[in-house]
């Protein structure tokens, strides 16, 4: 059984910083990448940063800049430091993860998210 908990939302004014955290636990044999998704209402899923192999970064052009994403191979966890946030920065964030265990094999894995508000 494997589980991310997300932890770090909350309500931020624009311009304010928020550190998001998830941490990975059960039965992991290696972890292949750990990243970020944001989703608003009545829109898709969408990717904000991902962390491959420790080495290997991706962010969507949106948060270029002002979000950063970091890795504790060793705690299992993943980080979002979210800077110079803006309104539309408003979602909920999930936390995702490419996992191998003995038993499932390779799987994508979701926390449950955390709600992030930037608003005045």
């Known amino acids: 059984q494997v589980q991310l908990v997300e932890s770090g939302g909350g309500l931020v004014q624009p311009g304010g910083s928020l550190r998001l955290s998830c941490a990975a636990s059960?039965?992991?044999?290696?972890?292949?990448?750990m990243g970020w998704y944001r989703q608003v209402p009545g829109k898709e899923r969408e990717l904000v940063a991902m962390?491959?192999?420790?080495?290997?970064?991706n962010y969507t052009d949106s948060v270029k800049g002002r979000f950063t994403i970091s890795t504790d191979n060793a705690k299992k966890m993943v980080y979002l430091q979210m800077n110079s946030l803006k309104p539309e920065d408003t979602a909920v964030y999930y936390c995702?993860?490419?996992?191998?265990?003995?038993?499932?094999?390779?799987?994508?894995?979701w926390g449950q998210g955390t709600q992030v508000t930037v608003s005045s």
């Open positions: 059960g039965s992991i044999i290696s972890i292949n990448r």
């Open positions: 962390n491959i192999r420790g080495a290997i970064t």
């Open positions: 995702n993860a490419r996992i191998f265990t003995i038993i499932r094999g390779t799987n994508d894995y």
